[in-house]
C-alpha cells in the first residue's frame, strides 16, 4: 500500500501569516495515464471533510485562491497564502493512483 | 444541488450486520464512481470502498474484505454498504462521496459497534 506521510502533525498560525503542509508518498503517484492523482481535503471542526485541491493543483470550485497545492512525483505541498479563522481544521491529502487509496494522517491547523 | 445522504447508522454488537444507505441528488448518479469513507472517534480517514458507475468492478480495504459489500441502485440513485461481521474497530462515521476524487461528500451516519 502506498503509505503517505503528512507534517507538520500540527500548525499553529498567526491571523494572516502564510502555512504550509507537506506530503509524501512512499512510492511515485504518476499514473500510467500520465495523471498525479493527488488530493487535498478541509475538515472543519464538526464538518464533513471537503475537497480544495484535485490532481496536485486543480481549486475547486468555490475554493478560496488563497489555497493552492503544488509538487510532484512523491512530494507535494497545500499553501495557504494568507490564514484565516475559518481555515482552522485538519488538512488532508489523498492519493489516487494506486489501490487502494490512502489518506495522510492529517495536519491539524489552529491559529496561535 | 449536489447532495448526498447517508442514512442506517446506529448501536450494533459485535458479530451483527448493519446496512447503511447513501441517497444522492442533484447530479446523474449513474455517471460517477462511488466511494465510501469512514472516520473511527478522534482519528484521521480511511477509505473503504468503492464501486464502478455499473457496478462491475468494486474495491475494498483489506479490513473489511469478506466482511463488507458495496452496491448501488441506479433506478434508486442509492448507495449501498452491507456491512457483516462488524467488530468494534469498524466503530466510526460512514461517509459516501463521489467519485474516486470524493469532489462531493455528505454528512455522515454513525456506526457504533458494541456489546
Known amino acids: 500500500d502506498v503509505v503517505m506521510t503528512q507534517s507538520p502533525l500540527s500548525l499553529p498560525v498567526t491571523l494572516g501569516q502564510p502555512a504550509s503542509i507537506s506530503c509524501r508518498s512512499s512510492q511515485s503517484l504518476v499514473h500510467s495515464d500520465g495523471n498525479t492523482y493527488l488530493n487535498w481535503f478541509q475538515q472543519r471542526p464538526g464538518q464533513s471533510p471537503r475537497r480544495l485541491i484535485y490532481k496536485v493543483s486543480n481549486r475547486d470550485s468555490g475554493v478560496p485562491d488563497r489555497f493552492s497545492g503544488s509538487g510532484s512525483g512523491t512530494d507535494f505541498t497545500l499553501k495557504i497564502s494568507r490564514v484565516e479563522a475559518e481555515d482552522v481544521g485538519v488538512y488532508y491529502c489523498?492519493?489516487?493512483?494506486?489501490?487502494?487509496?490512502?489518506f495522510g494522517g492529517g495536519t491539524k491547523v489552529e491559529i496561535k | 444541488e449536489v447532495q448526498l445522504v447517508e442514512s442506517g447508522g446506529g448501536l450494533v454488537q459485535p458479530g451483527g450486520s448493519l446496512r447503511l444507505s447513501c441517497a444522492a441528488s442533484?447530479?446523474?448518479?449513474?455517471?460517477?464512481?462511488m466511494s465510501w469513507v469512514r472516520q473511527a472517534p478522534g482519528k484521521g480517514l480511511e477509505w473503504v470502498a468503492n464501486?464502478?458507475?455499473?457496478?462491475?468492478?468494486?474495491y475494498y480495504v483489506d479490513s473489511v474484505k469478506g466482511r463488507f459489500t458495496i452496491s448501488r441502485d441506479n433506478a434508486k440513485n442509492s448507495l449501498y454498504l452491507q456491512m457483516n461481521s462488524l467488530r468494534a474497530e469498524d466503530t466510526a462515521v460512514y461517509y459516501c462521496?463521489?467519485?474516486?476524487?470524493?469532489?462531493?461528500w455528505g454528512k455522515g451516519t454513525t456506526v457504533t459497534v458494541s456489546s
Open positions: 464501486i464502478k458507475q455499473d457496478g462491475s468492478e468494486k
Open positions: 462521496a463521489r467519485d474516486l476524487s470524493m469532489d462531493v
Open positions: 442533484g447530479f446523474t448518479f449513474s455517471s460517477y464512481w
Open positions: 489523498m492519493q489516487g493512483t494506486h489501490w487502494p487509496l490512502t
